[in-house]
């Protein structure tokens, strides 16, 4: 199986910080990587796909990079609405596997 | 719009059997695969089923391998999973997802959810 390692697993910040968290697949996945937002008691948001795609309506202080096993997703100016918990999850192979999440909280 | 609604969770008892179901619209079902993503409280996301549109592919976590089978009604719009032998470890919000498909092709990002339905495991 394909582990998905996020780093960090909590971070705190302020509004308009620029934010980015990191997602590192056990083996190349070449851009088949997605990210989502999730707040709680909520179902996940998909935010990107194919590592760099910003889904449709996503404010585009969101972007994505990355490809093989190293991935980046960057917040360019931290919003009120981001604080979220945030999962990537690769698609290149089954099982399908999500990172660990990555708690964005208020500093 | 496309939307997804879940039902049919609850509490059992362990060794118990649930069926959750999913009732889909705003987009031609049988086109896409669908799957199921569980949570367990306060815990992150797994990846539990894939289903074909067609309903000849179907993959599944090696955890549910046995207990659990999804399957849809396409007529109706619907996906199932049918949760069988359960353990209080399966207690989560099972979750239906579309998954994304682009030029006659899929991909199993999943692009749209449903809000979830709680099972709960325990004596």
């Known amino acids: 199986d394909i582990q998905m390692t996020q780093s960090p697993s909590t971070l705190s910040a302020s509004v308009g910080d620029r934010v980015v968290i990191t997602c590192r697949a056990s083996q190349s996945i070449s851009s088949w990587l997605a990210w989502y937002q999730q707040k709680p008691g909520k179902a996940p948001k998909p935010l990107i796909y194919e590592a760099s795609t910003l889904e449709s309506g996503v404010p585009s202080r969101f972007s994505g990079s990355g490809s093989g096993t190293e991935f980046a997703l960057t917040i360019s100016s931290l919003q009120p609405d981001d604080f979220a918990t945030y999962y990537c999850q690769q698609y290149t192979t089954y099982p399908i596997t999500f990172g660990g999440g990555t708690r964005v909280e208020i500093k | 719009e496309v939307q997804m609604v879940e039902s049919g969770g609850g509490l059992v008892q362990p060794g118990e059997s649930l069926r959750v179901s999913c009732a889909a619209s705003g987009f031609t079902f049988n086109n896409y695969w669908m799957s199921w993503v569980r949570q367990a409280p306060g815990k992150g996301l797994e990846w539990v089923a894939n289903m074909k549109g067609d309903g000849n592919e179907i993959h599944y976590v090696d955890s549910v391998k046995g207990r659990f089978t999804i399957s849809r009604d396409n007529a109706k719009n619907s996906l199932y999973l049918q949760l069988n032998s359960l353990r209080p470890e399966d207690t989560a919000v099972y979750y239906c997802?579309?998954?994304?498909?682009?030029?006659?092709?899929?991909?199993?990002?999943?692009?749209?959810w449903g809000q979830g339905t709680l099972v709960t495991v325990s004596s």
């Open positions: 997802a579309r998954v994304y498909c682009s030029g006659g092709r899929c991909y199993s990002y999943f692009d749209w």
